[in-house]
């Protein structure tokens, strides 16, 4: 398997990290997302505009502890690949940049959002791993269809959501959650 395709079998991995199912253990970023994230790095730079804050961690654990919180009253959220992963990859740095749909479920209400995730990856002695990460997301209008080529993973949601908002929302902001 050469570089690109070593990215982006991690990439499309890191998506369904963040799957959740009713009854699942309690969300744990660094146990889920361990071989994926930089945790020793003094230079990352991770950024989810669904965090209602805006926050750029700088580090992995303190990226995690913005969404443990939400994650951790979560029902459940399923994810499919709407396109990509796509790659370009140097000796010891590759970006990659997916686009997914995911329904997230938390105890109150539902919600279907669309998510253009941008990563870089360095090469380390562990394998690659994650120094940067940019998503921008848009909660999904009801009736939105999802590209017919959407890859589903086993739990993924339906390639067409009946969402219930319209607007963007953010974690914490009336009932809403990231899952990307």
Not at 128 to 142: G, M, Q
Request: aromatic residues 10%; negative net charge.
């Amino acid at each position: 398997m050469n570089d690109e395709q070593l990215i982006a079998d991690l990439h499309s991995r890191w998506v369904f990290g963040w799957e959740r199912n009713e009854g699942d253990a309690p969300f744990d970023f660094r146990r889920t997302f361990g071989e994926f994230y930089d945790f020793s790095s003094p230079d990352v730079r991770l950024y989810d505009d669904f965090d209602p804050e805006q926050r750029v961690a700088t580090t992995a654990a303190g990226y995690g502890s913005i969404w443990e919180p939400n994650f951790h009253t979560m029902i459940s959220a399923h994810h499919a690949v709407d396109d990509g992963p796509h790659v370009i990859a140097d000796h010891d740095l590759a970006a990659s940049t997916l686009t997914f749909v995911a329904r997230i479920t938390m105890p109150d209400v539902t919600t279907d959002i669309r998510t253009t995730t941008s990563l870089v990856w360095r090469r380390t002695p562990d394998g690659w791993r994650i120094v940067r990460e940019h998503n921008s997301t848009k909660v999904l209008p009801a009736g939105e269809p999802v590209n017919g080529s959407a890859k589903e993973s086993s739990h993924a949601a339906p390639k067409h959501f009946p969402g219930r908002y319209g607007g963007k929302r953010g974690i914490g902001e009336n009932d809403s959650c990231r899952a990307g």
